[in-house]
């Protein structure tokens, strides 16, 4: 009984020593390369984080430039059609001395000798 006390009072102090004599000069150096690993996936894990940011932002910028450009471009659809229309086309040319035709068109023929 007096044995069990002992080894229990014993037990925790050699606990705290255990993980003092892992991290010796020795060991820190023999780990530095794995240290340095997680020092470089570390950068890797932020600049990954920094760079979807970025991305996010250049895709929200793309979708409002395209919305505008699809705004302009129905614009521009609805002018062409309103002014492709034949009323429209008559106001369009007037100024260049051609009207529009009142009689149906003469088509000329010709017979061929055979």
């Known amino acids: 009984m007096v044995?069990?006390?002992y080894?229990?009072?014993?037990?925790p102090k050699t606990s705290k020593k255990d993980?003092?004599?892992?991290?010796n000069h020795k060991w820190v150096v023999h780990n530095i390369p794995f240290f340095l690993f997680l020092a470089v996936l570390a950068v890797l894990y932020i600049y990954n984080g920094h760079h979807a940011d970025k991305?996010?932002?250049k895709?929200?910028?793309t979708e409002k430039?395209?919305?505008?450009?699809?705004y302009e471009f129905k614009t521009l659809k609805s002018e062409v059609i309103f002014r492709s229309k034949a009323s429209e086309l008559v106001k369009a040319?007037?100024?260049l001395g051609l009207k529009e035709l009142t009689s149906s068109p003469v088509?000329?023929?010709t017979e061929i000798e055979k």
Do not use: C, F, G, Y
């Not at 430039?65 to 699809?70: G, V, Y």
């Open 3 to 5: 044995e069990d006390k």
């Open 7 to 11: 080894t229990q009072q014993e037990q």
């Open 19 to 23: 993980w003092k004599k892992w991290l």
């Open 55 to 57: 991305l996010t932002r």
């Open 59 to 61: 895709i929200s910028a």
């Open 65 to 70: 430039h395209i919305k505008e450009l699809e």
């Open 93 to 95: 040319v007037e100024p």
């Open 107 to 109: 088509t000329l023929t």
